[in-house]
């Protein structure tokens, strides 16, 4: 009777609970009425010049009143020890800078709260949710490389002045390694998030991990379902289209060189095989959001041999046919590289992206400049 | 807190068994509760000892933080037949468990590492069909009488109770270093029952 018990306790637990549901895809709050009609378009640095050092892979978020986040990483050298995750702020107002980057993790600090040896640390990405609690999911390391990276998760409830002990999240069951994130995450009916993750082992492919929240319950519970993605395609960038519906964009490792992209129509459950797009991949990452008319942007190198040009892109048909709208960055021997993209609640876009791996660099437009350049590209 | 906690069960256990082992290679074969108790302080001593700000055991949690619950048993078994002579996992149980871990990391590892479409792990972070393989297949070892259903109750229990930094059943049933143990113990068994076959036709032939 009482193995029973034990038995059906989970069966109790999921009936009982949210849990067999995620939930579904929140649609973007953007308040696209309050855009201008003049296109705007605004380039600068958040971090300074590393000097002989590099930065890399930013991400970007909004906070209350208007305010902007972003987190990268850097050090002497990718997959360095010294390589730290540092934190930035702006705003309210056009008129505000960047503070001066914040250390939120190195590698001591996450060895302390996390209890165990860690050899480095990686990729961060930083979201807001439910209740203005501001969200760091992040890669560490204990041996070997990439492939040995597992994934962790802080948060901070005072917009990123002070941050809680992390916490590992264990998505692989061998030795829990080879677990990535880089995507922006996308947030769900249940107060939850889909943030898009991938693994790189024997084998490359994109997965989803679902994080459940309370608003007021510190606790968190998480799963991780895989997207098709066959074994070349990774660093899923995820457009919600409506409740259920949404277009990833991969990252190709395959000869083809183009970006791949997969739909689903059940909220993420299940995905269609994936289809190679016209454009170009160098085996880069690239991030894409949904513009207020339905439209899709897109950011990606455009070559499929180098991160050299990066550019901007719209479908209107859902990724079928892009228009490419502008050239951001073009210069032979640098490395302009895994933009990601949010669209803040005035309805302008803020792009960030690793510039040469010297700096961060951070460019907001608005739909208006968006218009202005497919009228200048289009015949 | 339990979680941390529980996380120096299978490092302890790991350590008092090595100490137990070395003792008894150096030919001097302690048992029963006071050599056990001596082992126990030296292990826990041992798992304590702070390396570079972190307690030993907190190394080997760095490597895999998630020890099986089979592995566990077969370790506490192990250590229990060592020093007081009491099988608490008989010859038959062993076997269930190799030949359980072989079965589950077989089907596991290849798919979750990506060599197939199907994540079978995604079936551990909720009630799904392995809960209700590993209830049905407690209840056929149970009605074997096979010490190894103990054991599966186990890990049920310490899934119930997240003893394990994991969520998912999938960690607390099997983990590499058991697929390892088992293909051992498994090939040990093999030995053993081919070195008795031929024993036996010896006699036969005699």
Redesign the interface.
């Known amino acids: 009777m009482a193995t029973i018990g034990l038995y059906a306790w989970p069966a109790y637990q999921w009936v009982s609970t949210d849990n067999r549901d995620s939930g579904t895809f929140v649609a973007d709050p953007v308040q696209a009425s309050i855009t201008p009609d003049v296109p705007l378009i605004h380039k600068e640095f958040i971090s300074p010049d590393t000097g002989n050092g590099i930065v890399h892979v930013a991400s970007i978020c909004e906070l209350s009143q208007g305010r902007l986040a972003a987190a990268w990483y850097g050090g002497t050298r990718e997959g360095a020890r010294d390589v730290s995750i540092f934190f930035s702020a702006k705003g309210p107002g056009d008129a505000a800078s960047w503070s001066r980057p914040a250390k939120v993790v190195d590698r001591m600090s996450a060895s302390k709260e996390l209890c165990r040896y860690i050899k480095k640390v990686g990729n961060p990405v930083l979201f807001s949710g439910p209740g203005g609690r501001l969200w760091l999911v992040y890669v560490t390391i204990a041996v070997g490389g990439w492939s040995g990276s597992s994934l962790n998760v802080t948060w901070s409830d005072d917009s990123g002045n002070t941050w809680s002990k992390s916490r590992r999240l264990t998505l692989s069951p061998f030795f829990n390694v080879s677990e990535l994130v880089r995507n922006r995450p996308l947030p769900l009916s249940s107060n939850g998030f889909a943030v898009p993750i991938y693994h790189e082992c024997l084998e490359y492919f994109p997965e989803i991990l679902w994080i459940q929240t309370g608003l007021t319950d510190p606790d968190i519970h998480f799963k991780k379902s895989r997207m098709t993605g066959g074994k070349s395609f990774m660093q899923p960038s995820v457009v919600a289209l409506g409740p259920s519906e949404a277009i990833a964009f991969y990252r190709s490792r395959s000869h083809e060189k183009t970006i791949g992209a997969a739909v689903t129509t059940d909220a993420g459950a299940t995905w269609s095989e994936p289809e190679a797009l016209s454009l170009p991949n160098p085996d880069a990452g690239l991030d894409a959001i949904l513009l207020s008319d339905q439209r899709i942007l897109l950011a990606f190198n455009d070559s499929p041999v180098n991160r050299e040009t990066l550019s901007l892109a719209v479908s209107h048909d859902r990724g079928v046919h892009w228009t490419r709208i502008a050239i951001l960055e073009s210069a032979t021997g640098r490395e302009f590289s895994y933009p990601y993209m949010i669209r803040t609640r005035d309805g302008r876009i803020h792009l960030v992206y690793t510039w040469d791996r010297k700096r961060i660099k951070h460019v907001i437009f608005n739909e208006a400049w968006i218009e202005a350049q497919i009228k200048g590209t289009m015949p | 807190m339990t979680t941390?906690l529980f996380s120096f069960v299978f490092p302890f256990l790991l350590a008092t068994a090595l100490l137990q082992s070395l003792a008894a290679l150096s030919g001097r074969n302690l048992r029963g509760w006071g050599p056990a108790l001596a082992f126990g302080l030296i292990g826990a001593g041992i798992v304590l000892f702070p390396v570079?700000?972190?307690p030993l055991a907190?190394?080997l949690?760095?490597?895999?933080?998630?020890f099986s619950i089979p592995l566990t048993a077969v370790l506490f078994s192990k250590l229990v037949d060592s020093l007081f002579r009491i099988r608490l996992l008989d010859d038959k149980a062993l076997l269930t468990c190799w030949i359980f871990s072989l079965t589950a990391s077989a089907v596991?590892?290849p798919m979750?590492?990506?060599?197939t479409?199907l994540?079978p792990?995604?079936a551990g972070?909720?009630?799904s069909w392995l809960?209700v393989l590993?209830?049905s297949l407690?209840?056929v070892l149970?009605a074997m009488k096979n010490r190894f259903a103990v054991v599966l109750?186990a890990a049920?229990?310490a899934?119930?109770l997240r003893l394990?930094?994991?969520?998912?059943?999938?960690?607390y049933s099997?983990?590499?270093l058991l697929v390892v143990v088992s293909c051992i113990g498994l090939g040990c068994h093999v030995r053993r029952k081919a070195r008795g076959m031929r024993e036996a036709q010896g006699v036969r032939r005699e």
Not at chain 2, 61 to 66: F, H, M, P, Q, V
Not at chain 2, 164 to 171: K, M
């Open positions: 941390y570079d700000g972190l907190r190394w949690i760095s490597l895999n933080a998630n596991l590892y979750a590492l990506g060599l479409r994540d792990y995604a972070w909720g009630f809960f590993m209830f407690t209840m149970l109750i049920m229990m899934f119930n394990l930094e994991s969520t998912n059943l999938w960690d099997v983990d590499p």
